[in-house]
């Protein structure tokens, strides 16, 4: 069973750090990009960070500077380091990758999406 799996979410004072972990376990041939979303309650899954494959990153406005994307390719993992966390930033975050699975030849695309990881900063 292909499936993200995510963890490192909790509750945190204003100003405090988290830091998320997505794992891609399962018949993948490759990872594309691999990307941290986020919903808030009654707002809509918004874009936090992305990574390409080979390491270029990309953040919303809101997070930048604070937050830092990366993944190990090897170990299939993508990780999400928060910093100087706000209100604001509390959501269900949830992981998604690129992929491709399967084994060659017989090998196609999938979006794959986490469960999501509840983060909660107190003020």
């Known amino acids: 069973q292909v499936q993200l799996v995510e963890s490192g979410g909790g509750l945190v004072q204003a100003g405090g750090s988290l830091r998320l972990s997505c794992v891609a376990s399962?018949?993948?041939?490759?990872?594309?990009?691999m990307d941290w979303y986020r919903q808030a309650s009654g707002k809509q899954r918004e874009l936090v960070a992305g990574i390409t494959a080979s390491g270029i990153t990309d953040y919303a406005d809101s997070v930048k500077g604070r937050f830092t994307i990366s993944r190990d390719n090897a170990k299939k993992t993508v990780a999400l380091q928060m910093n100087s966390l706000k209100p604001e930033d509390t959501a269900v975050y949830y992981c998604?990758?690129?992929?491709?699975?399967?084994?060659?030849?017989?090998?196609?695309?999938?979006?794959?999406w986490g469960q999501g990881t509840q983060v909660t900063v107190s003020s």
């Open positions: 399962g018949t993948i041939f490759r990872i594309d990009n």
């Open positions: 998604k990758a690129d992929t491709i699975l399967g084994t060659f030849p017989r090998i196609g695309a999938q979006e794959l």
